[in-house]
């Protein structure tokens, strides 16, 4: 959310870097790339990187300053009608496949049978809500028709979406994510090829120099030159500096070298980007453990936050992909990108029930202002807003 924007304040424009010469020599922006497939497994060998050891530290840091306290955030600025009525436009395709099959299902009905129940937990199901997230939702419906609490399908709708907000609050716990007093705040971004990593750093890169930080980015995705060469771009649209090294490098030595320039420059922020498909999965784990390691040695308490992407077009494979993740580098905080070309949204509602991860961002659009801090009442009551009410 964007309240961790906005903890240190003070710096001047003059004392913020300019972008650097590592940005020469970029090739005209390209179109973005097309989605790639995000199974992990179904990638075909590609030649071995280079295995340079990771150099040992030589500068040693100084020890961060305490965190800034949460009641120290600025409260976040009202949202203007016109960006929520983005959002549910944006989500219109899960809309159609959720709320408004539901709003069909009912139109007329007088009581719940049955019949009724069972076409809802479809919907439900084919929503990717998940089947135990379905599951749970029409215990509850059953529950209160039992206990005569719920009378009409109207009603039912209400208890559903009430469920659904609860559902979704649970990882809506209070910003424990804080930027260090002193020293860069560092990101590093992960998840497989495809799923948005690049772009939304990208996006993220914005709002942070928006807010007025200093911002590094760190091409640690070494296994495609058209990787470094696409956050360069993104490294130009935003003026901030890019550091990179030729295709095939190890990634631990530019995030390295990328963390002794945060450190030396006083940057506010240090967002890393990573490869997402390497020649086997294990081999893409090692080497996420490896540059986690290689950071932490740089700023012990860093990285602040471990970000996974996740596609939300792919449905219930998010999780797995969460999950395989988590279990390797200890996820602190979920995008969901691309929202807005999908009807598969219901998977917001799954991911925070089953990971309780908190998400920080959804991706609705490809347009820099695209990525929206993830407000989860918001969510609920753009995906429940009914048909074209304002
Ligand atoms: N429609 C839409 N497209 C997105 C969104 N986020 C990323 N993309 C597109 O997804 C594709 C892959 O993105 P990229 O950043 O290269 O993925 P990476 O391989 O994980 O770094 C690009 O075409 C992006 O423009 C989003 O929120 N909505
Ligand atoms: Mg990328």
Redesign the pocket.
């Given at each position: 959310m964007l309240g961790w924007f906005k903890k240190k304040f003070g710096k001047k424009q003059e004392e913020l870097p300019t972008p650097s010469e590592e940005q020469l020599d970029l090739p005209e922006p390209a179109s973005?790339?097309?989605?790639?497939t995000t199974d992990l497994f179904s990638e075909p060998p590609l030649p071995d990187l280079e295995t340079t050891a990771i150099p040992e530290p030589a500068v040693e840091t100084a020890p961060l300053q305490p965190l800034v306290v949460p009641d120290r955030v600025e409260p976040l600025p009202k949202k203007t009608s016109s960006l929520f009525q983005r959002l549910s436009e944006q989500l219109s395709k899960t809309k159609e496949a959720f709320v408004y099959r539901i709003d069909t299902l009912f139109l007329g009905k007088k009581e719940i049978d049955l019949e009724l129940l069972d076409n809802l937990e479809e919907i439900l199901i084919t929503a990717d809500l998940g089947v135990s997230t379905t599951e749970e939702l029409l215990d509850e419906a059953r529950r209160k028709l039992k206990r005569k609490e719920l009378a009409d399908p109207q009603t039912l709708k209400k208890v559903l979406k009430e469920k659904i907000r609860a559902f979704i609050m649970e990882t809506d716990r209070p910003a424990e994510l804080v930027m260090p007093e002193k020293g860069p705040f560092v990101i590093m971004v992960v998840?497989v090829?495809?799923?948005?990593?690049?772009?939304?750093i990208g996006k993220i890169a914005h709002k942070f120099t928006k807010a007025g930080q200093s911002v590094l980015l760190v091409a640690a995705d070494t296994f495609r030159a058209a990787a470094v060469a696409?956050l360069k771009i993104w490294g130009e649209r935003n003026n901030v500096r890019v550091v990179s090294q030729n295709e095939g490098a190890d990634p631990s030595s530019v995030v390295f070298d990328a963390m002794d320039i945060a450190i030396a420059k006083d940057y506010d922020v240090v967002i890393v980007d990573t490869a997402?498909r390497l020649h086997t999965q294990v081999n893409l784990m090692e080497e996420l453990k490896k540059i986690k390691r290689v950071i932490a040695k740089k700023i012990p308490a860093a990285p602040h936050e471990v970000m996974l992407?996740l596609d939300a077009t792919t449905g219930q494979n998010a999780i797995s992909q969460a999950k395989l993740f988590n279990a390797t580098v200890d996820i602190t905080g979920l995008t969901l990108?691309?929202l807005?070309?999908t009807a598969k949204g219901g998977i917001v509602v799954n991911i925070c029930r089953e990971l309780r991860i908190p998400i920080r961002f959804i991706?609705?659009?490809?347009q820099l202002e695209?990525l929206r801090d993830f407000d989860p009442g918001e969510f609920v009551e753009a995906l429940f807003q009914e048909k074209g009410k304002p």
């Open positions: 973005p790339e097309p989605p790639l998840g090829n495809g799923v948005g990593k690049t772009t939304t696409q997402g992407i990108t691309k807005d070309g991706g609705i659009g490809e695209d």
